[in-house]
């Protein structure tokens, strides 16, 4: 079952919006023991990275794509650092609709090009940023052609703020923290409309990364976050903190998170934690980091965060000369 089969009675879909589903959402909840006991904190890890192309995207895409099918779309079009065009172009594909890809050439992570690629979709390389990008889309997307499916299109958060309801099924309680990466702020904006409804006042915090324009966390290399206005009012009625972290941080929350408790998510979805390192977390709160992303999604990256692996013969001795 998908978010719009699961969370109906909370979402604006209508008995005209298709069920357009590729399985999203119910995604777990992992405890991170070894973590927990470093922090002192009950933490847990919600993988969103097991959503269908890897990543949270897919529960807003599934809603955003089904309201363009139903509004009789004729395309969808999305400006993307990588994921968004992965979600999009599956949910398109899935839909019967065509789907056009915008990326800032050379700074998007082969993998979720090639998710973008194989499903059919139109991807076109922008000369400039992910920010030169989006501004291309909108222009389309108001000459009334495409449908735009970035986090602007606000039924993006309306699925994505289904993660919270999830959270806090599966806890039985309320978590007192929740952490993220702060990219665009979308999911940021989500969680909290989904924890606003259902009257709870977790904290969530945002983790941006200091280096913004230039980070090695892809994801959240976005220069001028389009909710930004949004995310400042939050943080002003006290329901948002915004931590800044820079690359090592974050590069040492993405290895912690993988060696000690064997969870595998892309470097920005490690911000989250990196945030909660830096907080004053009362003993005992039970925390929950939202990974956004597969480890698989930004291989390129392991390659520079790790040792590369030697070769050996297949003897005894070769072998024990390298791990005895
Ligand atoms: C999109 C994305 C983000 C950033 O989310 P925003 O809603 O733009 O703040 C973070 N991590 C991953 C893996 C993403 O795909």
Redesign the pocket.
């Known amino acids: 079952m998908g978010v719009i089969a699961r969370h109906r009675e909370r979402l604006p879909v209508t008995a005209a919006t298709p069920e357009l589903t590729l399985g999203e959402g119910g995604t777990p909840l992992v405890p991170a023991p070894r973590l927990s006991e470093q922090l002192g904190c009950e933490l847990h890890l919600k993988c969103e990275g097991l959503n269908p192309t890897g ?3 897919d529960r807003g895409m599934a809603v955003a794509v089904a309201k363009a099918v139903e509004e009789g779309s004729s395309g969808v079009v999305c400006a993307s ?1 990588g ?2 065009a992965a979600s999009a172009a599956a949910y398109a594909a899935r839909a019967g609709l065509p789907a056009l890809v915008l990326h800032p050439t050379g700074a998007v992570a082969t993998a979720k090009l090639a998710q973008a690629r194989a499903v059919g979709a139109r991807v076109l390389a922008v000369r400039g940023s992910f920010d030169d990008a989006l501004a291309g889309c909108r222009e389309l997307a108001d000459s009334g052609s495409h449908t735009l499916v970035n ?1 602007l299109n606000p039924y993006r958060l309306q699925g994505q703020k289904t993660a919270a309801f999830e959270i806090v099924d599966d806890l039985a309680r309320p978590p007192d923290v929740v952490a993220m ?8 904006c989500a969680y909290a409309l989904g924890f606003g409804e259902l009257e709870d006042d977790a904290l969530l915090v945002g983790c941006e990364s200091s280096e913004r324009a230039t980070t090695l966390a892809s ?2 290399r ?1 220069a001028a976050p389009v909710h930004r206005d949004e995310v400042d009012g939050l943080v002003d009625s006290g329901r948002v903190r915004v931590e800044t972290v820079d690359d090592a941080e974050i590069v040492d929350a993405w290895r912690e998170l993988a060696t000690l408790e064997g969870v595998f998510c ?1 470097p ?2 490690a911000a989250g934690l990196a945030a909660v390192k830096k907080l004053d977390l009362e003993p005992g709160s039970v925390v929950v980091c939202v990974l ?2 597969h480890g698989l999604k930004d291989t390129d990256a392991v390659g520079l965060l790790t040792e590369t692996p030697v070769e050996v013969d297949a003897n005894l001795d070769s072998i024990l000369a390298e791990v005895a």
């Open positions: 990543s949270f995207k650092t994921n968004t986090s990466p702060f990219g665009g702020g979308g999911n940021l994801a959240i976005i892309e920005s979805s956004t992303g």
